[in-house]
């Protein structure tokens, strides 16, 4: 039972209606006549009353005030209906009966159908209750006694966030607590029940001798979190049992133990605190594997702060103790890639500066790729400044990067860049649209140790070398617009020049940051389109292409972007698989049609520039629907560009549906399969029952993937949420 919020009502039916009651009758004049209604401040709070009512008398003998017939009271945006209403100044007793209701600010209603409140209004009693909270959820109770004047006691109470059906009011809700008695102890703000009973469905499923909870006004408190269960290979039967520990009012910590059948002990945590000008995080786990007596674990940082509006710093950490133990584990938020990035950071922004340092340690979790390999970056220093545009639009930019690599195996590096630019637009008459850029970038590096495994062709030992790298281009672009009745078209051919010598990727020079990069519609009007600066994309080349576009009514639109580049002649500083090594490089596009608002297709290629036109890179997506109801699938085809695993090629499909397939149950199927292997990677089927009661996920999923420890797995949970619980 949440007696959060169905505890506290009986303080609120006592302590406030019948106060109400008291106030006001105290401080109307008294009358022996029909009064239909009167004002006047109440004592406690200062705000008037509003009092109605078919009969009020006042009998000054007895000192009693007596009011009947719908008697309606309402102060301060509460308001009080009962058939009688009576205040006793010499029993200091309030009593309200027959037809009670109370409606609170915040949408509340209680109802009863007999009150009364004695000894300053610290003790009462009422009869036959029952309340509807601004939830929607509700609760009954025979009786409930007030004492001490922070102590409310229900018998034979019952509580459910579930609506009550229309055809039968009489049934039972889906689910419900009865408790033989529920206390609510204000002082403590804690609701405590004994003998308590959970239905489901009107079948007793559960049963407690006693059970407690906080009262709707703690914002947290420790106890814990609904379970979870699995069941699959790996671990057979695995239970999870979260337990919430609110240290103070700005840290909490959440143990997560798990017991499983095949697998040894696992337990998690998970610490979170925030500060005036900042927060962190902290979880970790450890796991102790039967079958291979090994114990694995993780643990992950993250922390941001504030120094100044325009001053950050924080650090993201992310180490774990093997390569495959966070998938094998189902750790939540791990990364989608064979890398785990641990950061520590620093970052200014002022205006058009920007200035940032950051330290950077990776482990790589491929099975091929030893981590004393794998470098750590400290410091990696940026800066960036685009400064005011001149009197006639030209702007002046200045970029500077410093990077210290090191290994324990392997080649270490050093690396200054600098780079200004200026850029300056020109807008014709005609509608052309001019602009024109310079840059002129100086690399300085110290290296040693420097491999032919890194670079091809390099020579080993220790060098200090530099470079210049000049470049200047212009862009023309003639957009063309055409209004097409209910439709807008645009046409727009695009040229681009650039002129940079050929040169600046000698073999003493390292390729860290440049290893691994993608030729496609996003580079394709960049100056070079290696994504770090050890490579530069140089010499002459004429960059075109083609942008139309047409866009209609209800957000529909379709808009279609191809290109290809032309080199001065072949340079063999690309791959063969990366589409730019030869004279004209590969053709790439993008296409995107959306109807309306439920259909949306995104369609990416690059064709070789060979008479077949064969496919190099083909990426596409597509989703159906609504946000309830929808269809996705996304298909890719894939090639390796890099330098280390050149040529491997990938290439599957994936499937999503979900469909609500009534008012409360809704599903989700999923399915992902290689296509080169023709086998599948993911089967998932889920099941899911929502609403204002409770909310049930029922789920299965069969995994292929096969990655040394990580086998081929089928996994079947269920979670389950009540309303008013989690």
């Known amino acids: 039972m949440n007696a959060r919020r169905g505890g506290l009502l009986q303080a609120a039916i006592i302590a406030l209606l019948l106060s109400y009651a008291a106030q006001s009758q105290a401080q109307i004049q008294p009358q022996s006549q029909p009064a239909a209604g009167s004002a006047a401040p109440t004592a406690g709070s200062g705000e008037p009353v509003l009092m109605t009512a078919d009969q009020l008398n006042y009998d000054q003998n007895l000192g009693l005030i007596r009011a009947e017939g719908k008697v309606e009271l309402s102060q301060g945006g509460r308001t009080l209906l009962a058939d009688m209403v009576s205040y006793s100044e010499r029993d200091d007793k309030v009593t309200a009966s027959g037809n009670v209701s109370l409606l609170e600010e915040n949408g509340t209603v209680i109802f009863a159908n007999y009150m009364e409140l004695t000894g300053g209004m610290r003790n009462g009693f009422i009869r036959d209750i029952s309340f509807l909270l601004n939830d929607m959820s509700r609760g009954a109770a025979a009786q409930a006694e007030r004492k001490d004047g922070n102590r409310t006691i229900m018998k034979k109470a019952v509580y459910s966030t579930c609506s009550l059906c229309e055809s039968d009011p009489t049934r039972a809700p889906l689910w419900q607590i009865k408790g033989r008695e529920v206390e609510h102890n204000e002082s403590e703000q804690e609701i405590k029940y004994r003998d308590a009973v959970f239905e489901l469905f009107g079948i007793p499923i559960l049963y407690s001798p006693y059970f407690s909870h906080p009262d709707p006004t703690v914002n947290r408190r420790s106890g814990f979190l609904p379970p979870r269960y699995t069941s699959s290979s790996f671990f057979q039967s695995a239970v999870q049992v979260p337990y919430f520990y609110a240290i103070d009012d700005t840290s909490d910590l959440t143990v997560t133990p798990q017991y499983s059948t095949r697998q040894g002990p696992f337990i998690g945590a998970d610490y979170r605190q925030r500060f005036a000008k900042g927060e962190i995080q902290l979880d970790g786990s450890v796991a102790d594997e039967d079958a291979s007596n090994d114990t694995r674990g993780h643990i992950r940082a993250n922390a941001a702060f504030r120094a100044t509006d325009d001053i950050t710093y924080g650090a993201n950490i992310l180490r774990s103790t093997d390569d495959t133990y966070l998938s094998r584990y189902s750790i939540q938020d791990r990364p989608s890639g064979n890398t785990l990035v641990s950061r520590v950071y620093g970052e200014a922004i002022n205006n058009r500066h920007f200035a940032s340092v950051n330290a950077f340690a990776f482990q790589n979790t491929l099975e091929r790729v030893r981590n004393s390999t794998v470098p750590i970056a400290v410091p990696v220093m940026d800066y960036s400044a685009v400064f005011e545009p001149g009197d006639y639009g030209g702007r002046w930019g200045l970029d500077a990067n410093m990077v210290s690599l090191s ?268 296509l080169r292997d023709d086998g599948s990677l993911l089967n998932f089927l889920g099941l899911r029952y929502t609403d204002e009661c409770f909310d049930i996920i029922l789920f299965a999923e069969r995994t292929f993937t096969v990655n040394r420890d990580i086998q081929p797995d089928t996994v079947i949970g269920v979670r389950f949420r009540i309303a008013s619980f989690n």
């Open 407 to 674: 290994r324990s195996e392997g080649p270490d590096m050093r690396r200054l860049t600098s780079t200004v630019s200026w850029s300056q637009p020109y807008y014709a008459p005609s509608g052309e649209v001019f602009t024109a850029t310079a840059m002129m970038r100086a690399d300085g590096y110290w290296s040693d140790n420097v491999s032919q495994s890194m670079v091809p062709g390099s020579t080993d030992g220790a060098n200090m070398t530099g470079r210049v790298l000049p470049a200047v281009a212009l862009d023309w672009r003639y957009p063309m617009v055409r209004d097409a009745g209910r439709m807008r078209q645009l046409v727009e051919p695009i040229v681009m020049g650039v002129i940079s010598p050929y040169g600046g990727n000698r073999s003493d020079i390292p390729n860290e940051d440049s290893v691994s990069f993608e030729f496609d519609e996003t580079n394709l009007f960049s100056l070079s389109r290696f994504p770090g600066y050890d490579r530069w994309d140089g010499g002459p080349k004429l960059n075109y292409g083609v942008r139309m576009a047409a866009y209609g009514e209800n957000n529909g639109h379709v808009e279609f972007l191809a290109g290809q580049s032309l080199r001065a002649k072949t340079d063999d500083t690309f791959t063969e698989a990366s589409g730019l090594r030869d004279q004209f490089s590969d053709y790439v596009g993008r296409l995107t049609v959306s109807p309306g608002r439920y259909i949306q297709l995104v369609d990416r290629v690059r064709l070789a520039q060979n008479s077949n036109l064969d496919v190099r890179r083909h990426e596409m997506g597509a989703t159906l629907g609504t946000s309830t109801n929808n269809f996705t699938v996304s298909y890719a085809d894939l090639v390796n560009t890099d330098y280390l695993r050149q040529n491997e090629r990938q290439e599957a499909i994936s499937a999503t549906v979900r469909m609500q397939l009534s008012k409360y149950w809704a599903t989700e199927i999923r399915h992902t399969r290689d």
